[in-house]
């Protein structure tokens, strides 16, 4: 696994920035096309800004990209706390991107679990059944989860679905997302996750003993492909 240490987070996300545009090159030349998962959150908001000015949004073929999400509360897609409506209103709203190749993880009059159900078709439908993605984004909490996964729940578990939702008690809402099986089939996975907060389970999850219930971020594998972007302050 290849763990990069900055000292700035504009650097950080230029590098983040950098990486979506030449993988996106790769890809499109491979496959003529280039697939991803994207995760909410602050430091992803920061990195789709820099790829929405002309500098960066001038390199990528955005009729070219498809655009799943790795996780989502259930949330309308016009709720603040919307993973989407965030990577609209900092990215797509910006960029000449296909709407049609926008894959949002929410539908109105749809209950959760059926969605989930829907939304690995919607994969399957892009991916075949193979379900490797080019690329996703994946973030860290300071519990050590990723996407949806978070520690104790069942969806740790899961080895069949590649989607699933599922009522996180602890936020008293539901949630849905990608599961372990299907973030590990992707091709390059890049893992985002900084500041003092983080110091403990980024320890945890790169030094400590494999204890994916208590930090599942240690469920995805270190492989060729992987990287992992943080700062001092979390690596310590």
């Given at each position: 696994?290849?763990?990069?240490?900055?000292?700035?987070?504009?650097?950080?996300?230029?590098?983040?920035?950098?990486?979506?545009?030449?993988?996106?090159?790769?890809?499109?030349?491979?496959?003529?096309?280039?697939?991803?998962?994207?995760?909410?959150?602050?430091?992803?908001?920061?990195?789709?800004?820099?790829?929405?000015?002309?500098?960066?949004?001038?390199?990528?073929?955005?009729?070219?990209?498809?655009?799943?999400?790795?996780?989502?509360?259930?949330?309308?897609?016009?709720?603040?706390?919307?993973?989407?409506?965030?990577?609209?209103?900092?990215?797509?709203?910006?960029?000449?991107?296909?709407?049609?190749?926008?894959?949002?993880?929410?539908?109105?009059?749809?209950?959760?679990?059926?969605?989930?159900?829907?939304?690995?078709?919607?994969?399957?439908?892009?991916?075949?059944?193979?379900?490797?993605?080019?690329?996703?984004?994946?973030?860290?909490?300071?519990?050590?989860?990723?996407?949806?996964?978070?520690?104790?729940?069942?969806?740790?578990?899961?080895?069949?679905?590649?989607?699933?939702?599922?009522?996180?008690?602890?936020?008293?809402?539901?949630?849905?997302?990608?599961?372990?099986?299907?973030?590990?089939?992707?091709?390059?996975?890049?893992?985002?996750?900084?500041?003092?907060?983080?110091?403990?389970?980024?320890?945890?999850?790169?030094?400590?003993?494999?204890?994916?219930?208590?930090?599942?971020?240690?469920?995805?594998?270190?492989?060729?492909?992987?990287?992992f972007f943080t700062d001092e302050k979390a690596r310590g």
């Amino acid at each position: 696994m290849n763990i990069t240490v900055f000292d700035d987070l504009d650097n950080l996300y230029k590098k983040a920035a950098d990486m979506f545009v030449d993988l996106s090159k790769k890809s499109i030349q491979k496959n003529n096309r280039f697939v991803v998962a994207l995760s909410g959150g602050s430091s992803p908001k920061a990195i789709f800004n820099l790829l929405a000015t002309q500098e960066y949004a001038e390199k990528i073929e955005w009729n070219k990209v498809y655009f799943f999400w790795v996780d989502e509360r259930w949330v309308s897609l016009n709720d603040e706390k919307s993973n989407a409506k965030m990577t609209f209103e900092a990215l797509f709203d910006k960029v000449p991107v296909n709407k049609d190749q926008i894959f949002p993880m929410y539908k109105d009059g749809v209950e959760p679990e059926d969605y989930a159900k829907e939304y690995e078709q919607e994969i399957k439908n892009i991916l075949g059944n193979e379900g490797i993605f080019d690329f996703i984004l994946l973030g860290m909490g300071d519990d050590g989860h990723t996407a949806s996964l978070f520690p104790g729940e069942a969806v740790l578990d899961e080895k069949e679905k590649w989607v699933s939702a599922y009522y996180l008690k602890p936020q008293e809402m539901f949630r849905i997302t990608l599961t372990e099986p299907l973030i590990n089939k992707a091709e390059n996975i890049l893992v985002v996750a900084f500041g003092e907060s983080k110091k403990h389970a980024l320890n945890e999850v790169l030094n400590g003993e494999y204890n994916p219930k208590l930090y599942p971020l240690q469920l995805i594998n270190k492989k060729e492909g992987y990287q992992f972007f943080t700062d001092e302050k979390a690596r310590g």
